[in-house]
């Protein structure tokens, strides 16, 4: 038996739990992994507040949280190549067996081996905003010294995209509120306070051609606001709001297979798509993990350190 921490029902947090559970058999295509570090994301909450179609496994409750983590192959179901027990991996928890807890599985084919020099803690950052900051790049394909827009750019996502966008020689504007910007502007992030006065009228006198790239972080309202900055609307990508589609934009396309997971490790060891880490929580301590997230104050990657 192993502690975990997750939810009872759908709801707020007041469905959250700790309990013990065996160790989970992994099916053909899954490893058992003991659970070094588990990433924290907006997506863990949301997937407690509700179904979210396709995610969570149709797994009874109580469910553990979490969908990202780093750790040590225990066993491996029949069909998994690639990976052996012992191996040190980083990847998804794609069918719903929750990160949040000492033994977890992860589908194999989303998951990887974690590279020499690399730390488990970096390792377990990069399954959502690693390969989230390759694919919005990679997707707006801009040469060196286009400009760029991240709103939205605080968060562990939008650090990364800043990161690795400034290690591509692009000119990096970023949205955020107040409490935000030394973070960003460390990685040389222009950096508009969202809360401070017109975010588009601060953005055009910096940017007055209109950017090249816009990467939406936010959704809503404050997409909206920016959108009409981009040179085409074309060029503007939102990670987590469809809508974008309706300006003429596009939405991310994933890539979470082992291949995108082992190139942004490379990114990572080469400090192309350094992941900025605010706080590492124990697994005792996971409540105030998820809260930091869930409430929007995470300036970077929450982590939880399990072992």
């Known amino acids: 038996m192993g502690q975990a921490w997750g939810f009872g029902g759908h709801g707020g947090p007041e469905v959250q739990e700790f309990f013990e559970r065996p160790d989970p058999v992994p099916e053909r295509d899954e490893v058992l992994i003991r659970v070094d570090v588990a990433g924290v994301n907006p997506l863990d909450h949301l ?20 969908m990202e983590a780093a750790g040590t192959v225990l ?5 998994v190549d690639g990976l052996e027990v012992g191996d040190a991996v980083f990847g998804f928890a794609l069918t719903g067996g929750g990160t949040y807890a000492e033994t977890t599985v992860l589908s194999a084919p989303n998951t990887a081996r974690i590279p020499a020099g ?3 803690t970096a390792a377990a950052t990069l399954p959502v905003a690693g390969t989230t900051a390759v694919d919005v790049l990679d997707q707006l394909d801009l040469p060196p010294g286009a400009a760029i827009l991240v709103n939205g750019v605080g968060g562990g996502v939008g650090l990364a995209v800043a990161g690795l966008a400034a290690a591509r020689g ?3 504007t970023g949205t955020g509120s107040a409490a935000k910007r030394d973070r960003a502007e460390a990685l040389g992030v222009r950096f508009i306070d969202y809360a401070a006065g017109d975010v588009a009228a601060a953005a055009r ?9 816009i990467v939406d972080l936010v959704g809503g309202a404050p997409l909206r606001t920016v959108a009409p900055l981009a040179r085409r609307p074309g060029d503007v990508i939102a990670v987590g709001d469809a809508s974008v589609r309706d300006l003429g934009g596009r939405f991310v396309e ?4 082992r291949e995108n997971l082992e190139r942004s490790a490379r990114l990572a060891l080469d400090g192309a798509l350094a992941p900025v880490i605010s706080a590492i929580h124990p697994l005792s301590d996971a409540p105030a ?3 930091t997230v869930e409430n929007g104050h995470a300036s970077g990657k929450v982590v939880i350190k399990v072992s």
């Open 47 to 66: 997937l407690r507040s509700g179904p979210v179609p396709g995610l969570g496994g149709g797994r009874p409750f109580p469910r553990v949280l979490g």
């Open 75 to 79: 066993a491996r179901g029949a069909d």
């Open 118 to 120: 690399l730390s488990a």
């Open 170 to 172: 692009l000119r990096v």
């Open 205 to 213: 006198e910096r940017v007055p051609d209109g950017f090249d790239g």
């Open 254 to 257: 994933r890539r979470l297979d």
């Open 289 to 291: 993990a998820l809260a």
